[in-house]
């Protein structure tokens, strides 16, 4: 006789510091809503219930029944738990790596967008099969570092072939996959020769969009110098748009220009870089549900300028913050690291850091899912190797993640 599938239930105690991005009366934190010696349980990969740990519900079943659910209990042991993170903005899928390019950076040489055709061309080099495997080995970094939902581009393919393979590959281990072919010009466009930028734009908006677009979630272009103008950027996320994709834009990253106010306009979920903005470009993000995803990663790996995250938030802008992992300019997936950075050297408290790289990042995605820690929420969540949430600034480089759960089951 066949039985039902067993459910799985997750208890956690002895949570010291539970901090669920979920503000009720009497929890501390402000918009961390934290809650002391804290306890919670997840059934079947969802939260059910959290409160103090002496009110934890008994999760023992009576009886005999022949398909009784799997739990796992876990005493916290006084640590802290948090939300698992959210990095809303990566590049995972190439080949090869820039790390001449880097050393080069670090004697001196300037950031340039242009160093992306180098990892085109060992992408393009790269099998199906090699691309997976190194996507598998990204994928249990994250998790290893505390990230539970991740977002990953296209844009090192920049071929009709090879941008559809990108995101055919990405699309096996995230929902939230972003096309971008509009990353930079390919090589052979660009030639003394070659069609010219608005030739290639034509080729991304129309055979590549449509191979792309079924395996997509998002659209992105990089409107900026050396990649493209606000025009050509328009038209690919336009037509985007019209193929059922939700905006993303990369833009305001090597100076101030039109990438901010184009999001803006076009209600993108979330424009990214924003490391140099006028008045009224931040005037345009708090007026609108445009996230500013900040990517501290890139200005520690070119020695650009920070974004000042101060001045946004003050002015009401919605903050997320992401690794942008990829080998050219923020080779790093870790989210401590950022958060680390930016309580550092862009004026971001560690509450602030914190919420920005989870419920930020879910803002950034356009998801409630996830990126919290509440009823009826995903049961993502890290269980730290310490007493409080400070300690991921508080320590930098020291590896805090004791454990990852997704969906609740452990990852890492």
Not at 37 to 58: C, F, K, M
Not at 232 to 247: F, I, K, M, P
Not at 341 to 349: E, Q
Request: glycine share 10%; with cysteine; net charge negative.
């Amino acid at each position: 006789m066949a039985h039902p599938a067993a459910s799985s239930r997750l208890l956690v105690t002895g949570i010291g510091e539970l901090v669920t991005n979920d503000p009720q009366p009497g929890r501390e934190g402000g918009a961390l809503g934290i809650v002391r010696d804290a306890a919670l349980l997840a059934e079947d990969g969802v939260i059910t219930w959290i409160g103090p740990s002496a009110e934890a519900p008994d999760v023992e079943l009576a009886g005999d029944a022949p398909h009784p659910h799997h739990v796992e209990v876990l005493d916290a042991g006084g640590r802290a738990v948090i939300p698992g993170f959210v990095d809303s903005h990566t590049h995972l899928v190439f080949g090869g790596d820039r790390a001449d390019e880097f050393a080069a950076r670090m004697a001196g040489r300037a950031y340039e967008a242009g160093g992306i055709r180098s990892t085109v061309a060992a992408t393009r080099a790269a099998s199906d099969d090699e691309l997976r495997a190194r996507l598998a080995g990204f994928v249990a970094e994250l998790h290893r570092q505390g990230t539970t939902t991740f977002e990953v581009k296209s844009g090192y393919g920049l071929s009709v072939r090879d941008e559809e393979r990108l995101v055919r590959l990405a699309r096996e281990v995230t929902d939230e996959v972003t096309f971008l072919g509009a990353h930079v010009v390919p090589f052979e466009f660009r030639e003394p020769d070659g069609p010219g930028a608005d030739a290639y734009v034509d080729v991304v908006v129309g055979e590549m969009l449509a191979a792309c677009a079924p395996h997509a979630r998002w659209v992105d272009a990089f409107c900026e110098r050396g990649a493209f103008f606000a025009a050509q950027s328009r038209r690919v996320l336009e037509a985007g748009a019209a193929a059922g994709l939700g905006v993303r834009v990369h833009g305001n990253q090597l100076g101030e220009g039109d990438g901010v106010r184009l999001a803006v306009e076009l209600d993108a979920a979330s424009v990214d870089h924003c490391t140099y903005l006028a008045d009224e470009d931040v005037a345009a993000l708090a007026g609108s549900r445009t996230v500013a995803t900040l990517l501290p990663g890139v200005e520690f790996s070119t020695r650009q300028p920070y974004p000042d995250a101060r001045r946004l938030i003050d002015a009401g802008v919605t903050v997320a913050l992401a690794s942008d992992c990829n080998p050219g300019s923020s080779f790093t997936s870790s989210l401590p690291f950022c958060i680390a950075v930016a309580v550092r050297d862009m004026g971001m408290t560690p509450a602030e850091a914190l919420w920005a790289s989870t419920a930020g990042g879910a803002a950034a995605l356009r998801r409630t899912d996830v990126g919290t820690l509440r009823p009826g929420s995903r049961a993502d969540l890290v269980l730290l190797d310490a007493p409080s949430h400070v300690h991921l600034a508080y320590r930098p480089g020291v590896p805090l993640i004791a454990e990852t759960w997704k969906d609740g089951a452990r990852v890492a």
